[in-house]
């Protein structure tokens, strides 16, 4: 989806930090291709050069690599921005639970590094992805921004301190500061390799190998699963939101709509199955729960379509069959 689409003039300077990564990389050339100037940080932990090959040479496009940790390395980069998207961080319960010291590291002191760039640079609004792990043991659905439980894993802990500082920030230094909650996100650019990828990709390239995907747990866990062009219209919506009342706020990023992980294994099978009849024989095994997980997520997303006029048009089945044909054609297999 081109974000020409929303009808939205966004032609700003636009820092989006963590912009060789998944998301990162696809608010890239969604604001690339909407007429703004982008700057992209990124020190290629997690991102990869390849997400954004395709956009390298555009004249409005800039890339830096460095580390949200170094706050000199943020102050430069906030030079002449407008807006940014901050969406470095280390992502996934399962490493924070591994590593807890570097994803505190990453996801609270850079977090601080870039409020601090930010506030120093005078930018106008500090648009950050949250995440939906903040809701913790909370067991209430859907989930609703003001109703939180306590943080299951060291992840979830980060990302709640990063709404805590924003907040802080917001009345004690007269920042605009709008946190997005996201939840599941997948798409085009997620990558399926290495111990802490996502269900989606993991699943489709096991399928793809024809091999067998393993569910953690009975299969009975659900997801807000929230395809990738939901996201990059609800950070537009953060840019560009003239309702008073719409920053120094946090707002679920989904599309309101529950999947298991068993139905959502199903379909992932016959979507993949149309380009691979094969596949369709293939069983899924099941493994031990992991810790820290949430057993079950799904968003109220009425705050967002209030405030931020967010109206996500990718459904789960839609935005799957969309990322299946992406991966279809993009996977090394």
């Not at 696809?26 to 395709?54: F, H, R, S, W, Y």
């Not at 921004?145 to 802990?157: F, R, T, V």
């Not at 298991?260 to 009849?277: A, I, R």
Request: overall charge neutral; some cysteine; proline content about 4%.
């Amino acid at each position: 989806m081109s974000i020409k689409n929303l009808h939205l003039d966004t032609k700003n300077n636009i820092l989006v930090t963590g912009g060789a990564g998944f998301i990162g990389s696809n608010l890239c050339k969604a604001l690339l291709e909407n007429g703004n100037k982008v700057i992209a940080l990124d020190n290629l932990a997690t991102g990869q050069m390849k997400n954004i090959k395709p956009i390298l040479e555009h004249a409005n496009f800039n890339f830096i690599e460095g580390d949200i940790r170094d706050l000199n390395t943020c102050h430069d980069a906030c030079k002449d921005i407008d807006y940014v998207l901050h969406q470095a961080a280390l992502g996934s319960v399962p490493r924070s639970i591994n590593d807890p010291i570097t994803s505190n590291a990453v996801n609270v002191s850079g977090f601080l590094n870039m409020l601090i760039a930010t506030r120093d640079a005078g930018i106008k609004r500090f648009v950050y992805a949250a995440s939906s792990s903040t809701y913790g043991d909370s067991k209430a659905l859907p989930k609703v921004e003001d109703k939180i439980g306590k943080p299951l894993s060291p992840y979830a802990i980060t990302k709640y301190v990063n709404e805590l500082y924003a907040d802080v920030f917001g009345k004690t230094y007269e920042m605009d500061t709008i946190g997005l909650r996201y939840f599941n996100v997948f798409g085009r650019h997620q990558d399926p390799n290495g111990a802490y990828a996502a269900v989606i990709p993991k699943f489709v390239l096991a399928f793809m190998n024809h091999e067998s995907p393993i569910i953690n747990g009975d299969g009975s866990y659900s997801r807000d699963f929230t395809y990738i062009d939901n996201v990059i219209e609800a950070n537009v919506r953060a840019i560009t939101a003239t309702n008073p009342k719409a920053g120094n706020n946090v707002y679920n990023v989904a599309y309101g709509e529950r999947t298991t992980l068993n139905e959502l294994v199903v379909l992932v099978k016959q979507y993949l199955s149309e380009f691979d009849s094969k596949i369709g024989t293939i069983d899924v095994k099941y493994g031990s729960e992991r810790a820290g997980d949430v057993p079950h997520s799904l968003a109220s997303i009425d705050k967002a379509k209030n405030l931020l006029d967010y109206n996500p048009k990718f459904d789960m089945k839609t935005g799957l069959k969309e990322a299946i044909k992406w991966y279809w054609e993009n996977l090394e297999r």
